[in-house]
């Protein structure tokens, strides 16, 4: 038997020690300290793995300062899951951590909206004048963006997490995660002009952005774009 099948037939054995019948309660006790003793699995360890892992396969080109407008993007996705997300320098993936589904489904909506986002700065980019400086670019591509990323977040509800939720993610943190640094604010766009200008641009074309993505039972997250 898998770790992984063990550890569900051990929640579902746990789950029966709370019947409301003795007899059955107090057996699926014994055999859930039974197996927790054979594979040599902790109450923490049975605790933590409610957590999921999972990083976003899009990557951006910044390997190790992202942007600000790219560090908003994973915030607001934290903040709409009620997760935590992590950069890897070096690779330039985010990881995604919290209770499974909602983690990998936060990882699932990170690389949608990245490339939405992606695809939408560029054809901003596209459309400037030539004649523009790089950086006058860039600076105003940037400002779209972060624009963009505040329209998507308007239209996505912010789930809140319970104290014993954060706690779990506290605990995680110190087992998994170990000394890996925070994530920043970000570079920030350098200032140019019609910035402004550029931003509304950017919400105009993020009240676009399209992503529909089941989650478990009932719960559903919708982003849709504008109906013509």
């Not at 919290?98 to 700065?121: H, K, N, P």
């Not at 591509?141 to 506290?170: H, T, Y």
């Amino acid at each position: 038997m898998s770790q992984k099948a063990v550890m569900e037939r051990l929640k579902k054995l746990l789950a029966l020690s709370r019947s409301s019948n003795a007899h059955e309660a107090a057996a699926a006790l014994a055999r859930a300290q039974q197996l927790m003793h054979e594979h040599q699995i902790t109450e923490d360890d049975l605790v933590l793995s409610n957590i999921g892992d999972f990083a976003c396969r899009f990557t951006w080109g910044a390997k190790t300062r992202p942007t600000r407008y790219q560090t908003r993007l994973w915030s607001m996705i934290n903040a709409v899951f009620g997760v935590r997300s992590v950069f890897m320098e070096g690779s330039g993936q985010i990881r995604f951590y919290g209770l499974t589904d909602r983690a990998e489904i936060a990882a699932y909506t990170c690389d949608v909206l990245s490339r939405q986002l992606r695809q939408a700065r560029a054809d901003f980019l596209g459309a400037q004048n030539k004649r523009i400086k790089r950086t006058t670019k860039i600076s105003r591509a940037d400002n779209f963006a972060e624009g963009w990323i505040l329209a998507v977040r308007s239209k996505a509800q912010r789930l809140v997490i319970s104290p014993e939720e954060e706690q779990l993610l506290l605990r995680y943190e110190d087992t998994a995660l170990g000394e890996m640094e925070k994530m920043t604010e970000g570079r920030a766009a350098p200032p140019s002009r019609r910035s402004d200008q550029a931003f509304c641009d950017g919400h105009r074309e993020g009240r676009k952005a399209q992503l529909h993505a089941p989650m478990a039972g009932e719960q559903r997250l919708a982003i849709a774009g504008d109906v013509p």
